[in-house]
């Protein structure tokens, strides 16, 4: 596609339960970020892949929460046993490699845990 | 860490006032510095960005000055629109990944 797709673009689930999201970046585009946005709290970091290196998953923020790349192309965010507190949009970015490129994100996917 | 901190809003100005939202940052070595956009109900997307210091990356009018003395990167604009109304982030790149300031609302009134 020409941008970056996440999906679902809403997901409503009750607490306890597991979810997953799932972010197709650009084609071509070796370097992808995950990222949380709560009202009121800007975006927080999460996790990072880049290229073929361990990804760096210094954001994330309990070990309920994990992602994965395949193929070097699609992701997916992984939270288990979602609590109320992990309602938030998540948004994906994928860029080129380089400390200067733009990074083009997904529309997100808006979660909430009931 | 590296880290951004950037002022806090909302900022309310009126059509044609003149803007600044203030961006500093805390990075070893030499970050590459962004601005980013959210308009309402849009994703996010670059701005502008700047690479050095001394860079003044520019776009639709806004402008901001990479400074490595002070550390700041201050968004700019003389006259703004109400189509300018939107979250804007302050970024950088450096030892880590891509990461933001907290965002600034800004809503502009005609």
């Known amino acids: 596609g020409a941008g970056v797709s996440q999906s679902p673009s809403n997901k409503v689930t009750e607490k306890g339960k597991d979810v997953e999201l799932r972010c197709d970046p650009i084609s071509g585009h070796t370097a992808l970020y995950w990222y949380r946005q709560s009202l009121g709290q800007g975006l927080e970091f999460l996790i990072y892949f880049q290229g073929n290196s361990a990804p760096d998953k210094s954001g994330l923020p309990s070990d309920r929460f994990s992602a994965e790349r395949t193929g070097g192309s699609v992701s997916t965010l992984t939270i288990q046993r979602t609590q109320q507190e992990d309602s938030a949009v998540y948004l994906c970015?994928?860029?080129?490699?380089?400390?200067?490129?733009?990074?083009?994100f997904g529309q997100g996917t808006r979660l909430t845990v009931v | 860490g590296d880290s951004v901190t950037q002022m806090e809003g909302p900022v309310t100005l009126s059509e044609e006032a003149f803007l600044t939202i203030n961006c500093t940052y805390t990075?070893?070595?030499?970050?590459?510095l962004f601005w980013y956009v959210q308009y309402p109900g849009e994703g996010l997307q670059l701005l502008l960005k700047?690479?050095?210091?001394?860079d003044k990356g520019s776009n639709k009018g806004f402008e901001a000055t990479y400074r490595k003395e002070t550390t700041s990167f201050h968004l700019e604009k003389g006259s703004v629109q109400v189509s300018d109304s939107a979250v804007y982030f302050c970024a950088l790149i450096g030892n880590t990944p891509l990461v933001f300031g907290k965002g600034t609302r800004l809503s502009v009134i005609a």
């Open positions: 970015a994928s860029s080129l490699l380089g400390p200067d490129t733009e990074a083009f």
């Open positions: 700047a690479t050095k210091a001394d």
């Open positions: 990075a070893t070595g030499y970050p590459s």
